[in-house]
């Protein structure tokens, strides 16, 4: 039988972060505002469209402004007339006030004048502040938006008569949400708390986000989640976080989107009663609209660097009872001729991001890994093998130097 074929790629050393990664957070709106009017009346306009984007101070809705406008000339015409008191206060006062102490004016008069005076100051203060929430009612049927934002749908059309108070509170009339940018909230174990609150101490932690359909397969190595020890003893993905694809069902045309990095902004307080976990916010960037408010979000909490770590496709890892292996291929000099051999290799596999695997033990930098074709290898016994020819732009990380090195092998040969 002739040597089995083979793919291979070639381990690469690159810095990667150490991380936990947390596959079940949430997009939460950085702002949300739900509007109520602060007047009671009959809605008499909207002027924005369901689902808009809104500027902060734009006009939203539109209040019957005829009842304040009328309610506003009565404080004015009230407080006027207090003006007119007081005027006439001040002048009875002032006949009798250099005339105290004389046998012209009782003391009991003076002071009458006096506070009759002071009586009308306190009217035309009150006045005043009639005045001003008379104005400030008018104001109020404008209903002006609060935030930059989203509009969400509509709660109640003009010709309603809205409440600013009732039994269950003020009428709700509309939600605006800020998701640009956009909050991840998730959660840690506590048994992770320390660590991430040591690795907070040394500075702002970065995080990754994407959703669920951007990967194109488990972040976890070999299908369970990855615990707080390989956080802490295994280094993470690769610095360059390969793109996802998720491809629409009509379509079928793959789309690729990166994880979005932000910065870990608020810890909770306390350990959750019930879960022992501890709620985490991030702050993501979000000028696509890519994340939604509600929809579900995976996390990673990046904690430090490992410098130097091996990286090898997840594809080349392969299980057996004894655990992880992969197959590495050797040179071997016989009668003159340099023969690429296949070597069974256990190895202790790392965290995994995308197609990426670290390894820990047993594969060093730019050795050449079996990509596919283990299933014609004998784990037991080493034998010879035939290297593919890469495949194009298509083809398997590492494969252009294989082929490079297959080429040197038949020059030497010859």
């Given amino acids: 039988m002739p040597p089995p074929m083979v793919t291979v790629a070639v381990a690469e050393a690159k810095d990667v972060p150490v991380y936990l990664d947390e596959p079940v957070g949430r997009a939460v709106a950085t702002e949300a505002v739900t509007i109520q009017p602060q007047v009671t009346g009959m809605l008499m306009a909207r002027h924005f469209e369901d689902g808009a984007d809104v500027n902060k101070g734009c006009i939203l809705f539109e209040i019957d402004k005829r009842p304040f406008e009328a309610g506003l000339a009565q404080a004015q015409a009230t407080l006027l007339e207090n003006q007119a008191a007081r005027e006439f206060a001040q002048q009875d006062f002032a006949r009798v006030e250099h005339l ?11 002071d009458q004048k006096k506070n009759a005076l002071a009586v009308a100051e306190a009217k035309v203060k009150a006045g005043e502040a009639a005045v001003q929430t008379a104005k ?4 109020y049927c404008q209903i002006h938006s609060p935030i930059d934002g989203r509009a969400g749908h509509r709660l109640i059309d003009p010709g309603n008569v ?3 108070s009732g039994p269950n509170g003020g009428t709700n009339m509309l939600t605006i949400q800020k998701i640009d940018p956009i909050y991840a909230d998730f959660t ?10 040591r690795h907070m101490a040394e500075g702002t932690l970065k995080v990754l986000a994407d959703l669920p359909q951007d990967q194109p397969s488990p972040m976890n190595v070999a299908g369970s989640p990855p615990t707080t020890q390989a956080a802490t003893t295994q280094p993470a993905v690769a610095e360059a976080m390969p793109q996802a694809t998720t491809q629409p069902v009509a379509a079928q045309a ?13 810890l909770d307080n306390a350990v959750q009663d019930g879960t022992g976990t501890v709620k985490l916010r991030a702050l993501i960037p979000n000028q696509d609209r890519h994340f939604w408010p509600g929809q579900f979000v995976h996390v990673k909490l990046v904690l430090t660097v490992k410098k130097d770590a091996v990286l090898i496709p997840n594809q080349a890892t392969q299980i057996s009872q004894k655990g992880p292996y992969v197959y590495v291929i050797k040179h071997e000099e016989k009668d003159g001729q340099a023969t690429d051999v296949a070597e069974f290799r256990p190895i202790v596999p790392g965290q995994r991001q995308g197609d990426m695997l670290v390894i820990e033990q047993g594969v060093a930098a730019g050795e050449r890994v079996v990509l596919t074709g283990q299933l014609m290898l004998q784990p037991d016994h080493p034998g010879p093998v035939t290297i593919a020819p890469p495949t194009g732009a298509g083809g398997p990380p ?4 294989a082929d490079a090195d297959q080429d040197h092998n038949s020059k030497k040969a010859s």
């Fill in 100 to 110: 105290q102490g004389t046998s012209a004016v009782s003391q009991q008069e003076y």
């Fill in 188 to 197: 840690i174990t506590e048994n992770d708390l320390t660590l991430v609150r």
């Fill in 162 to 164: 809205v409440w600013s």
């Fill in 136 to 139: 400030l009612n008018l104001d």
């Fill in 254 to 266: 793959a789309q690729h989107f990166e994880p979005r990095e932000g910065q870990l902004v608020f």
């Fill in 398 to 401: 590492g494969a252009a130097h």
